[in-house]
């Protein structure tokens, strides 16, 4: 393929490692899309199933595009997969829970690509979805290895969760600022808030996170983040 030709002499490589949410695949595809115009080499590792739904649910896409992206396909263990079960007392779609803690099993499939990728490059990136930080709990164990979280949503939200939790406020917000974010109340379950309380806990020894945000939009927030101590 033209990308294998393209990348032949390659000394550094990427290994995406996504979510399995729609929202979250589509996210890291573009981004790899974007860092294989530079010549730089993508791995895009997740379950077979949601790397197939990855690809069919792209629009402008065409062939030559996605043949530069180097696609992993694991196997999950069966899950449940039960139909949707609106609850208007709950916005979260319940019914993905058992996927989510399926995806957990990626952990080892993952770590033996980060072990190939890592003997045949000089360099290897990980950028993970920040609700996959225990799959890549490994990248720390390879010397050549270096970890960016990826986070999928706007810039405002991480730090308006981050500075509502600080009793002392390391700083005073400018008047235009909002004092705080809706709440979310309804919004999660016990059991979603579990998994994404676990997915944080593993977090930490990254090198540096994503933002998948802009500066002519949020260059105010992405400020504030900065500052946040």
Known sequence: ?????????????????????????????????????????????????????AKL????????????????????????????KPDPAVHFPTHLLPL???????????SQLLQQLSSKFRRVIVIHDCLMASVVQDVRDIPNAELYAFIPI???TPFFNSWDKMPQKPFTLDS???KG??????????????????QRDHLGFESGRIYNTSRVIEDEYIELLMKLP
């Open 176 to 178: 235009n600022v909002p």
């Open 181 to 198: 974010i809706q709440s979310t109340e309804g919004g999660l379950t016990p059991r979603v808030t579990s998994f994404i309380v676990n």
């Open 1 to 53: 393929m033209e990308g294998q030709t393209c990348y032949k002499d390659s000394k550094v490589a990427v290994l995406m490692v996504p979510f399995p949410a729609q929202g979250h695949l589509n996210q890291l595809l573009h981004l790899s899309n974007l860092i294989t115009s530079y010549g730089i080499p993508v791995h895009y590792a997740g379950s077979s199933v949601h790397n197939r739904q």
């Open 154 to 156: 706007s810039a405002f």
């Open 100 to 110: 989510f803690d399926a995806s957990e099993h990626l952990h080892e499939p993952v």
């Open 57 to 84: 649910r792209l629009h402008g896409w065409n062939a030559e595009i996605l043949s530069k992206i180097h696609f992993h396909d694991f196997n999950l263990p069966p899950y449940s997969s039960p139909p949707p």
